[in-house]
């Protein structure tokens, strides 16, 4: 029994056993069948991230091709008509014969010289610069230009002209360098004089004499600050003693009042309004005269006899009076301090009456005495008015609105004070037909008699007038006792 039971377990065993290794290899081959499938998608996936891949390489290099010979077409056409334009001025330069039309450059250097090319033949780089002509400038400065129209253009003869440019000379000359000749000495004064005289804008400047127009406003800059420099401290400086003296003598043998040593008188020069601070240069005077708004800045001035410029004061803003003008400037520091020793210089009725300022009386109703003395200190008065009037017809940028900044205007002016002083110390006879009519209302200050002792030097001077002779008898009838 033992036997028979044992045999029939092992054949079961063995049965079950050959079942599980069946349902084992029927595992494994699905195992076998899901990874080959996987393995299937995974080819396909790549082989489709490969031809996307391909797809967008060739797309990228088809555009990129693309962009290059576009790109290289742009700069094919840049260059033909650069060599186009280099071709044509090198035509032009040939055909000119003018050696300022270029300038040499080495190739591929920063440093200047004949390039270096393999033919040895010497040939140079040029810098291209604007041909202008220079035809007027030429004429102008030939030796037989005649001096009538010369003085016309400049306001001044050749003479005088000369003078200025020796004396600038050592101020203004600039070295030639490689690459151009430098402005010559003349033509750079010749710029800076012909604009102070016309007044014309700068490209009127530039087509005149052959430059660039930030040449010819940098070239006036340059040349005034030279004559503030140089010409103001020898032409406009105040009388020593011996000068004051014949000074004093010419004024009281002409109006018979002593001890003047300089006419006084304030004008204004119109500006474009300023981006800061334009209330103070509000010109409240011309803008009710000209009918729209005006804005300027001033220049005080005392002169001697001949009308030529001692002590000058520029730039105070146009909204100032004459009185608030003289108290700011260093003319009245220096008389403050004692340096005008019996010496006065006479004003108009802007000015207040001082100890050493001499004004006219203002209020009405005048005796004898004081409109005869009005009338002697309106000839002194009429001095610098004659002077600010030549100086303004002479230098015709004065009367208009100019291109120079307000922060460089005072330095222009100084230089319109100093050309018109070597003017008039030369005899330089002004054309009338630049006879300028000035317009500058006298404001009486609210406090116009400062000194008591003033007063009454002003009241012993209209009195001896009157007694001597001097003044009254030719007086109109509106003179009251």
């Not at 390489?57 to 990129?64: D, E, I, K, L, V």
């Not at 010559?184 to 009127?204: D, S």
């Not at 940098?218 to 105040?238: G, S």
């Not at 301090?337 to 109703?365: A, F």
Request: positive net charge; aromatic residues 8%; hydrophobic residues 35%.
């Amino acid at each position: 029994m033992e036997t028979g039971f044992n045999g029939n377990t092992k054949k079961r065993g063995r049965k079950d056993f050959e079942e599980s290794l069946v349902s084992e290899k029927s595992g494994f081959g699905d195992i076998l069948s899901s990874i080959l499938m996987l393995d299937e998608e995974a080819k396909q996936e790549q082989y489709q991230w490969v031809t996307n891949s391909d797809q967008d390489r060739a797309f990228f290099q088809a555009n990129y091709k693309g962009n290059v010979q576009e790109m290289n077409g742009y700069f094919e056409n840049q260059f033909s008509e650069m060599n186009q334009l280099d071709n044509s001025s090198n035509k032009r330069a040939r055909k000119s014969g003018s050696p300022a039309a270029a300038a040499t450059v080495s190739a591929g250097s920063d440093n200047v010289g004949p390039s270096q090319s393999g033919s040895g033949s010497g040939q140079q780089r040029r810098l291209w610069v604007k041909d202008r002509s220079k035809d007027w400038w030429t004429k102008c400065n030939h030796p037989d230009f005649p001096d009538e129209e010369f003085k016309r253009a400049f306001r001044m003869s050749k003479a005088t002209f000369n003078m200025v440019c020796e004396e600038l000379e050592p101020a203004v000359m600039k070295k030639n360098t490689m690459l151009r000749d430098a402005i010559p000495v003349r033509q750079r004064v010749a710029v800076c004089i012909w604009r102070l005289a016309t007044g014309e804008p700068l490209r009127m400047v530039s087509k005149r004499f052959g430059l660039g127009i930030s040449t010819c406003h940098k070239l006036v800059l340059e040349v005034c600050a030279a004559i503030k420099t140089v010409l103001m401290p020898k032409f406009v400086q105040w009388p020593d003693e011996s000068k004051m003296k014949s000074i004093k003598q010419a004024f009281e043998s002409a109006a018979g009042i002593p001890n003047v040593g300089g006419s006084m008188y304030t004008t204004h020069v119109p500006i474009i309004a300023p981006k800061v601070s334009v209330a103070a240069y509000f010109n409240k005077k011309h803008t009710e005269r000209n009918q729209k708004n005006s804005y300027s800045i001033t220049l005080q001035g005392v002169v001697d006899q001949t009308g030529a410029f001692t002590d000058i004061c520029i730039g105070w803003p146009g909204s100032m009076s004459d009185d608030q003008i003289l108290e700011k400037s260093a003319f009245h520091q220096r008389a403050t301090r004692g340096h005008l020793k019996d010496v006065c210089v006479v004003g108009n009725k802007g000015y207040p009456l001082m100890d050493w300022v001499l004004v006219p009386y203002s209020h009405q109703n005048l005796t004898w005495a004081k409109h005869a003395f009005n009338e002697k200190i309106g000839e002194i008065e009429k001095v610098a008015k004659e002077a600010f009037a030549r100086l303004k017809g002479r230098w015709s940028c004065l009367q208009k609105r100019t291109e120079v900044k307000l922060q460089e205007l005072p330095i222009v002016l100084g230089a319109c004070c100093v050309l018109h002083n070597i003017c008039e110390m030369r005899n330089e006879v002004m054309d009338p037909e630049l006879k300028f009519e000035l317009f500058d209302d006298e404001v009486i200050p609210d406090n116009n008699i400062r000194s008591m002792a003033s007063a009454q030097a002003r009241d012993h001077i209209a009195h001896n007038l009157l007694h001597h002779g001097l003044g009254g008898r030719g007086t109109s009838s509106t003179a009251f006792l």
